[in-house]
């Protein structure tokens, strides 16, 4: 690696989250009681999915404000920022967990991220390695694996319990 430095966007989890729906999403996550890998095993520190899909989203995604070249103006910025509080808030539906109609636009928001990224780094040294705009970069799941099965996305994770290996496998 050199010393080059990397141009970073400030991500939609530095600057606002749809708290409401992440929290509502959550609560109601602890009830479902048919279907859910909760009920395959407990364990002492179980992460509600739909915490673990929005912050996985939230960091991956550039807040609008970080992109004034597409919003240039505030109110464009929030309107914007507003579209993707509904996606989140679909996101974290349990329902949506795999409702492809869902999670195509949030891929399609990341990848659109990642690309943005690539364009502000194409003068890195080793941009060609670093920064290849089909290829998404790995990710580190601070939810060990629960966040990243869902999205397709490659990662790793350091606190592998049973049941989260079963899912990475599936």
Partial sequence: M???????????????????AIN?????????????????????????LAAARAVIF???VDDPSAVPEEFPTEEDQENERLRLFKLI????????????AVLKPAREEIRRSW???????????????????????????????????RWKLSGWAWRHTPVISTRWRC
Avoid at 4 to 16: C, N, Q
Avoid at 89 to 100: A, D, H, I, Q
Avoid at 126 to 136: D, S, T, Y
Wanted: hydrophobic letters at 35%; charged letters at 25%; proline letters at 9%.
């Fill in 2 to 20: 050199t010393s080059h430095p990397v141009k970073r966007r400030k991500k939609l989890i530095e600057v606002a989250i749809p708290l409401e």
């Fill in 24 to 48: 509502a999403a959550s609560a109601r996550e602890k009830s479902i009681r048919h279907g859910h890998p909760s009920t395959l095993h407990l364990w002492w520190a179980r992460r509600p």
């Fill in 58 to 60: 939230c960091q991956m």
């Fill in 89 to 100: 808030s679909e996101l974290v539906l349990w329902e949506s967990t795999t409702n492809e």
């Fill in 115 to 149: 690309r943005r990224c690539c364009a502000d780094n194409a003068d890195h040294p080793e941009a060609a390695e670093l920064f290849n705009p089909e290829k998404l970069p790995g990710f580190h799941d601070p939810f060990a694996g629960v966040g990243l099965y």
